[in-house]
T-cell receptor
Framework: KAGVTQTPRYLIKTRGQQVTLSCSPI?????VSWYQQTPGQGLQFLFE???????NKGNFPGRFSGRQFSNSRSEMNVSTLELGDSALYLC???????????????FGEGSRLTVL | SQKIEQNSEALNIQEGKTATLTCNYT??????LQWYRQDPGRGPVFLLL?????KEKRKERLKVTFDTTLKQSLFHITASQPADSATYLC???????????FGSGTKLNVKP
């Protein structure tokens, strides 16, 4: 079974630009969540989608947004990039279906964003 | 607000010894707690999950304990090997649609 795939793996942007990151979850997983990881703040929850609906959102400004498609693939977008947005953005998928939900998150390798 | 503390200092141990990592939390009673391993430049990998009504969970050389009174989880790696060197993260569920709070992680160095 293929794992969680994130693209692109690395990207460099300048302040003020916007970026879109993509995540393909494990086949059969309907929940996709996004995390930002920085050396200073660690892993921080951005948002979670299930069946194309955002079920939960972390404490990030509105510049951070996401969506999920009918095939469970997800994208996140960051607009008006700031230097502090430089981070590793991790996508995680999980089964999240009733009694089958073990809560285990399967992470991708991440998209490393550098904002200059 | 939720606070999760893991020892930010690296843990250096000799091969063959038991590594013990600590995760303390405040202001919340999670239904379960998870441990992940993260290697440099990679995404975290799930290791173990322990529920609030479980005191201990084992998987091969790994053991996790969960004390909801102390609000603490201990993660043990017995007979440690250099390949166990990595950063270990604990994560608490928020009973809220796969929203997890992660600790900052403890870097484990196992020396041959």
């Amino acid at each position: 079974k293929a794992g969680v795939t994130q693209t692109p793996r690395y990207l460099i942007k300048t302040r003020g630009q916007q970026v879109t990151l993509s995540c393909s979850p494990i086949s059969g997983h309907r929940s996709v969540s996004w995390y930002q990881q920085t050396p200073g703040q660690g892993l921080q929850f951005l948002f979670e989608y299930f069946s194309e609906t955002q079920r939960n959102k972390g404490n990030f400004p509105g510049r951070f947004s996401g969506r999920q498609f009918s095939n469970s693939r997800s994208e996140m977008n960051v607009s008006t990039l700031e230097l502090g947005d430089s981070a590793l953005y991790l996508c995680a998928s999980s089964l999240s279906v009733g009694s089958q939900n073990t809560g285990e998150l399967f992470f991708g390798e991440g998209s490393r964003l550098t904002v200059l | 607000s939720q606070k999760i503390e893991q020892n930010s200092e690296a843990l250096n141990i000799q091969e063959g010894k038991t590594a013990t990592l600590t995760c303390n939390y405040t202001n919340y009673s999670p239904a379960y707690l998870q441990w992940y391993r993260q290697d440099p430049g990679r995404g975290p990998v799930f290791l173990l999950l322990i529920r609030e009504n479980e005191k201990e969970k084992r998987k091969e050389r790994l053991k996790v304990t969960f004390d909801t009174t102390l609000k603490q989880s201990l993660f043990h790696i017995t007979a440690s090997q250099p390949a166990d060197s990595a950063t270990y993260l604990c994560a608490l569920d928020m009973n809220n649609f796969n929203k997890f709070y992660f600790g900052s992680g403890t870097k484990l160095n196992v020396k041959p």
